[in-house]
């Protein structure tokens, strides 16, 4: 199962994003459940509320809490390792050293992803 970033929720959902189409393109491909964290997932919803509002953020949170899709709670064992990923990485958010942290304990190597920090990572981006 490949891991979801906030980079391709925020291109799947709005249609004026330039990689919208890439990203519906990515999502009709997927024969699998996609995971991603809880963390991914606010910080795609404050994304969307800043950018087009509270009413628009919570329909598209909505529509995602009913899919196919896994949402991960992390650990304090995730956060000790991403704060590892931030040390090495001085330029990663936290949010995705969270993602890479819980990546590497459930053996992810693929990532849905515009964001090119995940290269430096190790990980394979799919974009």
């Given at each position: ?14 249609s ?8 519906v393109n990515?999502?009709?491909?997927l024969n ?5 964290t ?7 919803i404050?994304f969307?509320s ?5 009413n628009?953020?919570?329909?598209l949170?909505r529509r995602?809490?009913k899919s196919?899709?896994?949402l991960?709670?992390?650990s304090?064992?995730?956060i000790?390792?991403a ?6 990485h ?8 969270i ?20 290269d ?7 974009s």
């Open positions: 199962m490949p891991f979801a970033d906030t980079s391709y929720f925020i291109a799947l959902f709005r004026n994003d330039e990689k919208h189409e890439r990203a990515l999502s009709k491909d699998e459940r996609v995971l991603t809880q963390h991914v997932f606010s910080e795609f404050t969307i800043a950018k087009d509002g509270n628009i953020a919570y329909e949170g995602i809490l196919e899709l896994v991960l709670s992390t304090n064992e995730d000790e390792l704060l590892e990923y931030i040390r090495k001085p330029k990663i958010s936290g949010c995705d050293a993602s890479a942290a819980v990546m590497q304990k459930m053996a992810i190597n693929k990532i849905l992803s515009f964001d090119s920090d995940f430096r990572m190790g990980f394979e981006r799919i």
